[in-house]
């Protein structure tokens, strides 16, 4: 993965992507940052070091350094990141209030469920109820010899 990197533009931005990946993983960050002394292989040690130290002691780690620096120097490219920054902010909150809104719908449906099986319970036990009073009804029209 390291060492096919090159440096134009949209390699450095697919190479931090990838560590980012593989630094954002706790065995990740452990590794980039406590293990890279014990990479043998020297071109993916300089990348390695470069990320867990951000000391740039290598020609090639320099070239990052030197596009790194100037993508943070280009008003232009800061603009567009923090323009898709916020994009990305604001989709992750409309998710969030589509998410909530949902729950709410749920719960209301949820709600109203209860309340309408409340109901049918409570006609459920006037028909009881009426049932019980015309059975009485019925057993003292019979003792009285009138049914």
């Not at 943070?72 to 920054?85: A, G, H, I, V």
């Not at 916020?86 to 729950?103: F, G, I, P, S, W």
Request: hydrophobic share 30%; charged share 40%.
């Amino acid at each position: 993965m390291f060492q096919r990197l090159s440096f134009a533009p949209n390699s450095l931005r697919l190479a931090n992507a990838d560590i980012n990946v593989v630094a954002c993983s706790p065995c990740g960050i452990y590794y980039i940052f406590n293990k890279y002394k014990d990479v043998a292989e020297k071109s993916v040690k300089e990348y390695l070091e470069y990320f867990a130290t951000n000391k740039a002691t290598s020609q090639v780690t320099q070239d990052i350094e030197r596009l790194r620096q100037w993508y943070l120097s280009d008003n232009e490219t800061r603009k567009r990141y923090m323009t898709w920054q916020q994009e990305l902010d604001d989709m992750v909150y409309e998710e969030r209030e589509r998410t909530k809104a949902a729950e709410r719908r749920a719960d209301e449906a949820e709600s109203r469920a209860d309340k309408a099986e409340s109901r049918a319970d409570e006609e459920k036990s006037r028909a009881d109820e009426a049932e019980s009073r015309a059975e009485r009804y019925e057993k003292i029209l019979k003792e009285h010899g009138l049914l």
